[in-house]
Nanobody, 115 residues
Framework: QVQLVESGGGLVQLGGSLRLSCAASGIIVSNYDMSWYRQAPGKERELVATLANDGSRNFAATVKGRSTIFRDNDNNRVYLQMNSLKFEDTAVYYC?????????WGQGTQVTVSS
C-alpha cells in the first residue's frame, strides 16, 4: 500500500520560512517524479514544484527564487523549502508521486501565513 504523508505545515509569519516533508512508503521516491501542489480556498489546485526522477527541478513562477525541492533517498522523503513567505502562500500543500502508470497523493498539510 502506497502512502504519502505530509508534515511541517502550520502557522508561519509573513516573511518567514518553512520546510514541508513528504514521507513515502510503498514506493521509492527516486523512481518517481515528485511534486508539491497547493490549493488555496476557492482556488484550483496548482503545481508548486517538481523534482523529476532524473534530478531536474521546476518551480511555479510564484515561488521561483525563494523555494527549493529536494529528496532524501536514505529516508525516502521529499522536502519543499520555502522562504520569504507571502500571504498568498497560504494553502493546503499536497505531495504527489507520479510515473506513466501511477499517480499518488498525500492527504495534505495546511500552511497559513500570518502577520
Amino acid at each position: 500500500q502506497v502512502q504519502l504523508v505530509e508534515s511541517g505545515g502550520g502557522l508561519v509569519q509573513l516573511g518567514g520560512s518553512l520546510r514541508l516533508s513528504c514521507a513515502a512508503s510503498g514506493i521509492i521516491v527516486s523512481n518517481y517524479d515528485m511534486s508539491w501542489y497547493r490549493q488555496a480556498p476557492g482556488k484550483e489546485r496548482e503545481l508548486v514544484a517538481t523534482l523529476a526522477n532524473d534530478g531536474s527541478r521546476n518551480f511555479a513562477a510564484t515561488v521561483k527564487g525563494r523555494s527549493t525541492i529536494f529528496r532524501d533517498n536514505d529516508n525516502n522523503r521529499v522536502y519543499l523549502q520555502m522562504n520569504s513567505l507571502k500571504f498568498e502562500d497560504t494553502a493546503v500543500y499536497y505531495c504527489n508521486a507520479i510515473t506513466l502508470l501511477r499517480d499518488y497523493w498525500g492527504q495534505g498539510t495546511q500552511v497559513t501565513v500570518s502577520s
